[in-house]
């Protein structure tokens, strides 16, 4: 149903300029929303109510905040191949996203893209900064977890840096690097991860790594970095300082739309891919704010077909600088992610979902 041929032939991920790119991608979301209306009673019940969706600019966004409460999906319950969750604490704080074998194929398709754009073709030796049984305890499986195992395709020997106590295990770490010394390096792992159990660590102690020539791929938000004042230029110093590291990548992501990622560029932007799109809205008023204003964070992306993930009201708070003129290079719009917006200011409350619309 959903024909992604014209993206997939652009040479690389953020090949469409802003007129094309408007044209396209409104007709692919626009084909989605009637998709969803026609085979998600549930969407269409919620994008009928002007209280429970997001509405700007005569669209409908769905608060991401409802696939925590509602099973939203807009395929048969036997064409379900994955069923995707967040983390999170309690089960009521856990997205369930529906997969079919299509949409499926196309969030691996564009990871892809995407991911080889920044670390080439080939797969790299690849050094993951966390411990092995976080992909190993089917008990605890995490968001983690999924994340490492779905980045662990991009590279080969694959090494974790920490034990299970969560200490770097150091000979471990210098025979990766000996043995792929000269050659680059693919490392990923969660944010505050790299940066409590490895940058931190290796820096109180004194310890330097010979990473010069790697790239690192980091994602899964800035808050608790924030909040112990640890900024982005912060990290990417740090990653210098310790392990030679020049070329960071953060990427902004959900599992409400996996694949379509935001990855940083070369200027410390996040640059939105053809797949994609980010508009800011001011959470009050539900209007689009100009670039350089900072509010609510909207995305797009052209994947989601087996769920209405289409078109989404995050609860992240973020600015847009433009549109295909970041120094970088790339096209797309590129904007950075402040946080998340105080749980006070989130528009409605999920009591008054239910109570709107029932199931
Ligand atoms: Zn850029």
């Not at 041929?5 to 396209?24: H, I, M, N, W």
Request: glycine share 8%; aromatic share 10%; hydrophobic share 40%.
């Amino acid at each position: 149903m959903n024909n992604l041929d014209f993206f997939y032939q652009q040479p690389s991920p953020y090949s469409l300029g802003a007129a094309e790119k408007q044209q396209v991608l409104h007709s692919h979301l626009a084909a989605l929303d009637a998709h969803h209306q026609q085979h998600c009673e549930l969407y269409r019940r919620i994008a009928s109510s002007q209280t429970a969706a997001g509405w700007f600019d005569q669209q409908v966004f769905l608060p991401v905040r409802l696939f925590k409460e509602y099973e939203l999906k807009s395929v048969a319950q036997q064409d379900v191949f994955k069923v995707l969750t967040s983390s999170g604490t309690t089960s009521q704080q856990v997205s369930r996203i529906a997969l079919d074998r299509e949409t499926a194929a196309h969030q691996s398709k564009v990871l892809v893209k995407i991911m080889q754009h920044y670390l080439g073709v080939q797969r790299l030796p690849m050094l993951i900064i966390d411990h092995p049984s976080v992909v190993k305890d089917r008990l605890s499986f995490s968001a983690r977890g999924a994340g490492i195992l779905g980045l662990s395709t991009f590279g080969r020997d694959h090494t974790y840096a920490l034990d299970d106590d969560m200490q770097i295990n150091l000979e471990r770490v210098q025979a990766f690097i000996a043995k792929h010394q000269g050659k680059p390096v693919f490392i990923f792992g969660f944010t505050f991860m790299v940066w409590q159990y490895f940058f931190q660590v290796l820096q109180q102690s004194g310890q330097q790594l010979d990473l010069a020539g790697s790239v690192l791929v980091h994602s899964g938000g800035w808050k608790k970095l924030i909040d112990i004042a640890v900024d982005n230029s912060v990290f990417k110093q740090v990653a210098f300082a310790t392990c030679g590291i020049q070329r960071v990548h953060n990427f902004y992501g959900m599992v409400e739309q996996v694949g379509s990622i935001f990855v940083e560029c070369s200027h410390g932007y996040l640059h939105a891919p053809d797949y994609a799109d980010i508009d800011i809205v001011d959470a009050r008023t539900m209007q689009k704010l100009p670039d350089g204003q900072q509010g609510l964070i909207a995305v797009s992306s052209v994947l989601p077909s087996s769920y209405p993930g289409h078109r989404l009201l995050t609860e992240d708070l973020g600015t847009v600088f433009g549109e295909d003129n970041c120094p970088c290079g790339l096209n797309g719009k590129y904007f950075h992610v402040h946080g998340r917006l105080p749980k006070a200011e989130v528009r409605g409350c999920s009591d008054t979902h239910a109570a709107e619309v029932k199931p």
